[in-house]
């Protein structure tokens, strides 16, 4: 028979290579550690298991579990891969935003709707409806909360029935690209845009988020007259808002910015926008962390495909992070699928997704020998159609080996998540099953702050503040106030 | 910019690590793979992808592609994982067995059948309505065909809408034990069951596989007077069938019996199984493989738990080689999921299924190292429930890293896909993704025979008999004749 004390080695020793497996846990930390595995049992031997269904259908079940809840107090450091547009859940949008004085609202041919703030009537649209005043609009309506619910429901994917929805990767797409727009027009009205950042800020902030990284294209607002700001001014403005912010929560560390363009751009457009981005990265070193390409990958043009224009920087002999996409893809073997390896060839900083890694061993290795942490954003990529099942997201593999690793949220407003919680719980209980325990939660926090943009003494100055946080989440959790026999 | 012929050169490394990425192809396999090649961007493309959708609903889209075409009349190798009750189709069970003189039904009150060959009408059996003679009985029919195809929905899982039928791994796996409980009065009756092991094997032998692994529980068969006979006459029955099947066809190489019990039996009726296997092994040697567990992992009893009967063998000092079931689960972190550790501590042959294989990366390294391979069985994942899309099945990590991998169809008719060539085309297209090629087709064959039980000098005949099968698949299906303007 195998030597039993020799078979707890190796699974001893399997367990230390996972991603928090070489955590050590204090005492208090163990017997939350008890607590937490049984009530991730409970959730995993429930006759519905939130991480195998869709995210749509699951919220209400996760909302209820006390693994979630207890998640949501967690410190969970920074958010490094969300994206400006979706930073702020439809609700607000609607409830606040849209009914703001001189809102104007069209209805397009293809179901969506645009937005627009004016001080007259404004200029009609290609492919949309006459412009209306939402309040002249409302103010004839029998049911406005019905209204309002529709409004919603074009600017956000939530919805009850997703499967039918949204029945491939193309049509979720499609419905994603279009809220885009119908989001923008509200968003990037200048004072809108300020409240935007605020609310943003706020909402991660209450679900203990201290940091975050935000991809933005920067787009030029408008003001009720017409007026239009450069990029310059809402770079500016993401830092006044922050510093605001933070004034208000000084255990916030404000937000930096990865510049984005769409790869949909051609190479000559690319080279402009990194030019650009080399620019305001120079006069806003604080606030510019770097620069990706964003949109489809699977319909867009791949890193190589713009070569030159990434090059730039390194042929100038200046150095602008980069923080790429790559591999948010299942086409394995072809050209978009090389985008992981191109993305380190580029030196990314980072990997957005990486959801292909786990099929390219070299691309992996090189990845985890230079410290380029993943960027994995689960919700996203159930919702995006990647995979339905999170048991089955490649990640798994990824934090069984201990690779580096950060959780993300990518478009919590378009997907209904908000915050980092919901995420977490899904890589906590569908992605790390029942080999994750505490030590993966305080690992992938910790991962958070350590593969940001930050300096090394703000991270320090980072470490110490979550570490005061986690002391205390430990406290405030501990046995004595949360004991099992409550659950 | 990063250096393009040091890119290539990356490329290139990574290419040749996975399965058949060493292989060298000859000009001929080189023409052909570029024909292949083109064919598979064809089914990658088209507005339904087969591997990303459940097989029931794919069989048809997948029988009418020419890669599944040229899959077919490809020289497979051999089946290493196919258990005995699902070896041959519905509709042979239906159309012929069921027609058969003396065959008795009864219908259960789960909505299932019973069937029974006896001289006389059989005492009833409970749960069941009363014996009818199926002669009788079909006599009285308006629509036998109508008839005929609900029997035929009782012996397989396969059906139009899989998604409604089963819902979850519980209700698939709940229907699954229940057919063979429907078969097995069919094919445990002596005269029916020796017809049944020849038709398996020409099954195999149509669909071009040259040997078979053979997993059996080695039921009592019955005569029709009631008269049973023991585990020892369906031995030597695979032995004369397979004999006389290879009097007919000199090309294949027979099967040999890997023997297996319910993980449901407690640890002392293991024991006495596995003492009995080794008993049959010393008298049959030339047809007993090995000993394996069977049933579902995740509701059943572990390889641990079983601990003192898995040692007997070597505490006895003989070799008695196991061929485990282990990891066909998603439940990661659970006991079952121990079970890919303890296959391997107990020296394993081979891993059935190893679905959670990659989320154990030091049990990776001993099955890699030690030559372990994995019987990867996609088909069967699915239909089990444990992936959906087949892109996100695990066994892509195993294909880009090389590791021994073999491809097998578990219960081909339980599923509706009889022969090796609709796996071989899910693993092809789905989990390889366009990064597989001729030569990964090439090497998953080859191994097929490598890691077979057979001995070394069969070994060699047996790849010698496959290459110049192979030599005469590339000779028949090269460019000449099989031109690209004909797609
Ligand atoms: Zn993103
Ligand atoms: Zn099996």
Known sequence: MPDPSQRDLMLQQEASQQI???????????????????????????????PAMHFFKARNLIQRSPVFRLIQKMPKGAALHIHSSSLVSEDWLVKNVTYRPNCYIC????????????????????????????ETLRANLRDP????????QNLTLF????????????????????IFLAVS?????????????YRGLEQLYNDNVMYLELRTGLSRTYELDGTIHDQEWSLRAYKTVAQQFMEKHPDFLGTRIIITVHRVLSVSQVKA???????????????????????????????????????????LGISLPFF?????????GTEVDENILDALLFNTSRIGHGYALTHHPLAKEVSR?????????????????????????????????????????????MFGSSGLSYDFYEAFVGIGGLSAHLGTLKELAMNSIRYSSLSPSVKDRAIAIWQRKWDNFILENSPQRFATDKI
Request: glycine share 6%; charged share 25%; proline share 7%.
């Open 20 to 50: 928090g497996g070489r955590v050590e846990l204090s005492e208090a930390e163990q017997h939350l550690n008890t607590i937490l595995h049984k009530l991730k049992e409970h959730d995993m031997t429930a006759p519905q298991f939130p």
């Open 107 to 134: 209805f397009t041919w293809d179901q969506s709707v645009r937005f627009l703030f004016s001080n007259h009537t404004p200029f009609p649209r290609w492919g949309c409806s006459f412009w209306k005043l939402l």
């Open 145 to 152: 909360t019905d209204f309002d619910n529709s409004l919603m």
């Open 159 to 178: 919805t009850e029935d997703p499967e039918k929805a949204y029945p491939t990767q193309e049509s979720v797409w499609e419905r994603f690209e279009q």
């Open 185 to 197: 027009g509200l968003i990037t009205h200048a004072p809108v845009f300020k409240d935007f950042v």
């Open 273 to 315: 926008a990194i030019m650009e981005a080399i620019r305001m990265q120079k006069v806003y070193p604080e606030i510019v962390a770097g620069f990706d390409l964003v949109g489809r990958e699977d319909s867009g043009r791949s890193l190589w495909y713009f070569r030159e224009a990434l090059s730039l920087p390194s042929e």
């Open 324 to 332: 790429f996409h790559a591999g948010e893809t299942d086409s394995e």
């Open 369 to 413: 020998k230079r410290g380029v942490a993943v960027e994995v954003c689960p919700i996203s990529n159930q919702v995006l159609k990647l995979v339905s099942d999170l048991r089955n997201h490649p990640a798994a593999v990824l934090m069984a080996e201990g690779h580096p690793v950060v959780i993300s949220s990518d478009d919590p407003g």
